[in-house]
């Protein structure tokens, strides 16, 4: 299942750090971010429950880059 | 002023506002007598440095308790305090300044190419008047159902796919297609979301609904093209990833190297002096390391070069695409709707004189055997009949058989009639001569029924090929016209680097081979079955391989109507006068929305303009960087070079970037 989410982030290196944290979180088989367009798309595994694996995505993110948002 | 601040979001301008203070005060602080007065002077210089610099510092902290030490702010943070450290602090100062300059210019420029795009994709529809029991009501276009009535008052964009029931107008399509001629509609006519009414009201019949329509799908297609990362931008954010944490280190190898290198070999004695010598040689490293300049400007020229294709018309699906495309070596097209119009035209009609029977009639009794195909053969026959004013009725006719890859046989009135290819003829045993017209032939012949007289039924398949024999009544010439533009394309294609031009068609061979000598195609392959295509684009494939060496691609160009394998298995699919079709934008990586050659051409060119663009950002920030660093461990470029290494090159990164929105011209 994918999942296209608006984000906000200010840099585009951020924006390579959060789509990289995404990949690595439990529950995402991929995860495109799109600086230009300012929007993550996770593919998630199956069996996942997007709402939760979201969770984790967003504070991952969080922490390789503490200024970015991703709207849920 | 004014003008340029009202664009800003309120981040960019609390930062615009700090970072006028910060220099104002730099200035200041620079030109007071303040050398006397060490700690004073300290205290003041911190006052520019924390007002520009607190968030950075703030994040760098922040990172570090993630254990995120290598960003941006970090090294920053390290440069700044190390300069300040070593007393230079005009130098802390500045390098925060203007790194903080870099990224507003950064967010502001990312932010106008954001709206400008979106200015240029201005299709999207706020609303539609739905149509309820005679009341009109202004609706979202999400709650508009198929089959509902639609109302479009003259300046009102199209919200939503449909058929027109009432009214005529001309529609501006040119947000949809760069076309600036409007197209007119009337009732019975298909429009399309995003065009424009220019002059009457129209009553629309809804056909899709919002998400399925037009406007919304194009949208869908150029906001999503971003995700297919192209191979630079995949290099981009994998060359991110381990430059920076190289340059750290290396920048702490020659703060700690550097000295003790100095003193073994040549005998330096350790003093402070040298140890702050080297220590600001990494400091300038510090400054130097940050990837933004590169990794903002790569996805920044794909956006805008992709948007304004849009804008011409020309959908690219990814970026990954429009590297394919720059690189396109060699161009398979197909002939019927690429090169040709695909409006068969009966052009002649050439009756057979030994039997008495006139061109008219004879075109009458073909019409009317093709009356139930909806091959483009068969409805250009029946225009050609109806052009007269005559209609057709279609009652005339009754047991109609499609032969398949010859033609019809029916029964008209009282006779039966066949229409199809030369084959047809030799399986009924027709003595027919060969046309040597160029075109389509279909030969038209026929029996009467009394042949066939036992039973009284119309002749049955099997009896085909039994009861009385067949008399030849002549042929009728069918052509397809050559696009205006298609010659000029296929020069203008050589010119810009495609080596060979190649044609397929289900044609046969004369046909095709006079229309690729017309516009200039170096290879054709005519009668081809949709299998024999796949085959091939295969066999040519490997041959582009061979010849042009493995970078050059293989682009396909077809109608997107019965050609999805092909446009599949060529490196690139071009897709061509897609405009509402939906199997052509599935299929293709590359939608033209109009039929016009010529922007095959185009699309080549902004592909290209734009990859220029990238390598020329690539390479000229990974050069300037790596000379920065070789010249400070040398010791010869300082602080404020670093800083032009670092903001200076990202500006100008950022401002060619924003080039590759400009494409109207080409």
Request: charged fraction near 25%.
């Amino acid at each position: 299942m994918k999942k296209t989410y608006k984000i906000d982030v200010d840099c585009a290196n951020c924006a390579n750090k959060m789509e990289l944290a995404a990949k690595k979180t439990e529950g995402v088989k991929d995860a495109t971010v799109n600086f230009m367009a300012l929007k993550m798309k996770v593919e998630f595994e199956d069996g996942a429950d997007p709402a939760a694996v979201m969770q984790n995505v967003r504070s991952n993110c969080k922490i390789v880059e503490d200024d970015c948002e991703i709207f849920l | 002023m004014t003008k340029l601040t009202e664009n800003l979001n309120k981040k960019q301008k609390n930062l615009l506002l700090r970072v006028i203070a910060a220099a104002v005060m730099l200035v200041v602080l620079h030109l007071l007598p303040l050398k006397d007065y060490p700690v004073l002077r300290f205290l003041l210089f911190m006052i520019p440095y924390l007002t520009v610099g607190y968030d950075i510092l703030r994040k760098a902290w922040k990172g570090i308790l993630n254990h995120q030490v290598f960003d941006e702010c970090f090294l920053m943070a390290v440069a700044t305090i190390g300069a300040m450290i070593l007393g230079e602090y005009s130098e802390g100062v500045a390098v925060m300044l203007f790194y903080q300059i870099g990224e507003l210019f950064q967010s502001i420029a990312v932010g106008k190419s954001r709206r400008s795009i979106s200015e240029l994709m201005d299709i999207r529809p706020d609303y539609a008047n739905l149509e309820q029991d005679g009341e009109v009501e202004k609706v979202d276009p999400d709650e508009v159902e198929v089959g509902s009535i639609i109302v479009i008052r003259p300046g009102e964009k199209v919200p939503i796919d449909g058929i027109v029931v009432e009214g005529s107008s001309s529609l501006n399509t040119s947000a949809l297609t760069g076309e600036s001629l409007p197209r007119d509609v009337k009732p019975g006519d298909e429009i399309i979301s995003g065009s424009v009414n220019m002059s009457g009201l129209l009553r629309v019949e809804t056909t899709k609904e919002f998400d399925e329509s037009t406007a919304s799908k194009i949208l869908e297609l150029v906001e999503n093209a971003g995700e297919r990362k192209a191979k630079s931008e995949q290099f981009i954010s994998k060359f991110a990833r381990w430059y920076t944490p190289a340059v750290c280190y290396s920048a702490l190898a020659l703060a700690v190297l550097g000295p003790v290198v100095s003193i073994l070999v040549f005998h330096r004695t350790s003093d402070w002096a040298l140890w702050s010598d080297w220590i600001y040689r990494a400091l300038t490293f510090l400054v130097i390391s940050c990837p933004c300049a590169i990794v903002v400007s790569v996805p920044l020229s794909f956006f805008g070069g992709i948007g304004g294709a849009s804008n011409q018309g020309i959908l690219i699906k990814g970026s990954n695409f429009m590297e394919t495309l720059a690189n396109v070596k060699y161009i398979v097209m197909d002939k019927t709707g690429t090169i040709t119009k695909g409006n068969f035209e009966v052009t002649a009609v050439h009756d057979e004189r030994e039997h008495n029977i006139d061109d008219a009639h004879m075109l009458e009794l073909a019409a009317l055997a093709e009356s139930h195909s909806s091959h483009p053969i068969a409805s250009s026959i029946r225009r050609a009949y109806e052009a007269d004013g005559a209609t057709l009725d279609k009652g005339r006719v009754t047991d109609v058989q499609e032969v398949s890859g010859k033609g019809v046989i029916a029964e008209v009135d009282a006779l039966q009639v066949a229409a199809g290819n030369l084959k047809l003829m030799k399986m009924l045993g027709v003595a027919c001569e060969a046309c040597r017209s160029v075109g389509t032939i279909v030969y038209v012949a026929s029996r009467s029924e009394a042949a066939d007289p036992e039973n009284g039924q119309p002749a049955g398949e099997g009896s085909v090929q039994a009861g009385g024999s067949w008399e030849y009544l002549g042929h009728i010439v069918i052509s397809d016209e050559i696009k205006p533009g298609a010659a000029d394309a296929i020069r203008q294609m050589k010119q810009n680097g495609i080596v060979k031009a190649v044609m397929l068609t289900g044609d046969i061979t004369s046909m095709a081979e006079s229309v690729a000598r017309e516009v200039g195609i170096d290879e054709v392959h005519a009668e081809l079955l949709p299998e024999d295509k796949v085959t091939l684009v295969e066999k040519l494939l490997a041959e582009k391989k061979a010849a042009a060496g493995p970078k050059a691609t293989l682009a396909f160009v077809g109608d997107g109507i019965n050609d999805a394998p092909v446009l599949a298995i060529a490196d690139l699919g071009i897709a061509m006068g897609a405009l509402g079709s939906d199997a052509a934008i599935e299929a293709a990586d590359v939608v033209l929305m109009d039929d016009d050659p010529a922007k095959i051409v185009k699309a080549m060119r902004i592909a290209r303009k734009c990859i220029r663009i990238v390598n020329e950002n690539i390479w000229f920030a990974i050069g300037v960087k790596f000379t920065c660093l070789i010249l400070g461990a040398l010791g010869i470029a300082n602080m404020w070079l670093a800083i032009f290494a670092d903001v200076g090159v990202m500006v100008l990164c950022v401002l060619n970037s924003v080039r590759a929105l400009f494409v109207k011209g080409m």
